[in-house]
């Protein structure tokens, strides 16, 4: 007659623990403190026994569920919310569920978030902005296939639905000269090595000037490194765009327009400007960038850059399908290694908050 098979119930009696405790040891369920002591009792009783997980049931477990994992910085900007909804689109279209991981830009949140990857075993991972850990996210690449939606990164190779930041410095920049505005002020979060998406954008639109012969005039504002430890709120890149556009109009500084990185920042510099009786545009312009939903909401419908966020999100997710589908046509370690790359073409739409820049007499009259 067959020797019974010992169960976790036999463990848990042998060790004289309880069965959860059983499996959080055995399973290395490492953010549950146990004593070593337990631990010993626990993984002798199993040997004992000649205990052992049922590793292939779990495996299969995991990866029949319809599983992608998002990486998002943060829920507080309506950008992320919306590549969320052109994911979720997609994935609803095949019978996929979506889990959000929200890093809130805080490196060990998105450390810990990776760690977990291996045991949630998602069958795709996309990365709503560029990886802080750029090389475990490549080794996680070999396992699982991952879409980074980002700044292009020529140097990274993973399937990448990517934007050229400089592009839409450019278009605002370009926008601001047409309309005859020499000073202006370009007010964006912090400038960090970490955020060099930001510093490109930023290039863009100096580089513009430049070649105007007009770098001279274009003042750079950007709030302090310490707002992107902070946990963002819903209303953090506006109380930015308005602080910044305070300090400059407090300075008298001789603008005649403001860019802002984003839509939110442009929100909060236009109702700074409002609430101290500058007129939008005839006094000052203001141009955004992401063309989110409040824009053309807005009293002032606000120029801004569109750069197609939320079909974004729905290429990132076919991606990642077609990774998943190719997979299951060849045996493990033979698929074909392709790397998607799709780029969109930003486009400038222009509203009501700019205008020609007013001459030299005007803006004497407003400063009295």
Known sequence: MAKKKATSMDVAREAGVSQATVSMILNKKYNVSFSKETIRQVTEAAERLDYHLPKQRIRRSAKSRKLLVVFCPTLTNPYYVMLLQGIEAMAKEYGYGVFVCNTQRDLKIEENYLRMMREVQPLGIIYACNPSFSRQVAELSREIPVVVISNRDDEFSIDAVALNNQKPGILMARHLLELGHRDVAFIAPPLTARQHQR????GGFLMEFEKAGLSDYVLVCSAADSKDTEIPNIESEYRMGYDLTVELLREDCPITAIAALNDMMAFGAMDALLERQYRIPGD????GCDNTLFSRFHTIG?????HFVDQ????ACDIILRKIESQKSYRKGDEPTSIYHIEYEPRLIVRGSTGYAPDESHREKKKK
């Open 284 to 287: 000052i312009s203001v141009v």
């Open 312 to 315: 974004k999100g729905r290429d």
């Open 302 to 306: 606000l120029t801004t850059v569109e």
């Open 199 to 202: 510093q490109k954008r930023v």
